[in-house]
């Protein structure tokens, strides 16, 4: 049963922005009368916050907020130019086709809201990841997407014949729907804004394989994820 599990938090904050938590299972935008992350930051920390990316609902982690429309527009150039660097991290229990490297393919639209990869690389979406064992049958992802395409690490693993664990829409959906979470989370950011270098990771707080010892102790490997890619 997916449910939310923790709140919104702010991690980091200084004048221009804020580094927020956003927990799993939390809609990025309102739905059907329900506030969305957005909105609800809003409320809680300040009344002027603009998104300058967006992660899906049942990913976690670090989401980075504006607090005027000139510095979202100073965000939304850096996400253009390819100036931040985001990294997440996924557990999937499928033996993967390799365990690191790279993925790139075109995507296109399948079937109810679904995507998946062509053969072709006319616009493709570009993704560096690694990956280790955290015990049998479970493995760590650590990745770095070079585009942001809509859905491009869950289908990137899909690709691999490694769907990430609690996926209902890329996953088997009967056993994705006995997991708390869908297993994937915004792990790591890094950005030069003003003259100044800012690098930041927070490690999952929920899901119990995210929280496992056997997970904790495999992600110190990754402890700085600029490092590994």
């Known amino acids: 049963m997916q449910t939310p599990n923790h709140t919104i938090f702010v991690h980091y904050e200084n004048d221009d922005f804020l580094i927020l ?97 062509l053969q072709s690389k006319n616009n493709p979406a570009v993704t560096q990841f690694c990956s280790k064992s955290i015990q049998p049958n479970e493995r760590l992802f650590l990745l770095k997407p070079y585009t942001g395409k809509t859905h491009q690490l869950r289908v990137a693993l899909k690709s691999i014949g490694a769907p990430i664990v609690g996926d209902i829409r890329y996953a088997n959906a009967i056993d994705a729907k006995k997991e708390q979470r869908g297993y994937l989370h915004a792990y790591g950011l890094t950005f030069n804004y003003k003259n100044t270098t800012y690098h930041f990771t927070l490690a999952p707080l929920e899901g119990e394989r995210f929280v496992s010892d056997a997970c904790k102790e495999a992600l110190k490997e990754y402890a700085t994820p600029w490092e590994v890619l």
């Not at 506030?35 to 002027?48: E, I, R, S, T, W």
């Open 21 to 117: 938590y956003k927990p799993a299972n939390l809609n990025f935008h309102s739905e059907d009368n329900e506030a969305g992350c957005v909105v609800l930051a809003q409320k809680m920390f300040h009344p002027n916050l603009l998104s300058v990316h967006r992660l899906d609902k049942m990913t976690s982690g670090l989401l980075i907020l504006a607090k005027s429309s000139k510095v979202a527009n100073d965000f939304a150039t850096m996400f253009q130019n390819k100036e931040i660097q985001k990294y997440y991290l996924a557990i999937a229990t499928k033996k993967p086709k390799k365990k690191q490297g790279w993925i790139k393919a075109d995507m296109a639209l399948s079937r109810r809201g679904s995507y998946k990869l």
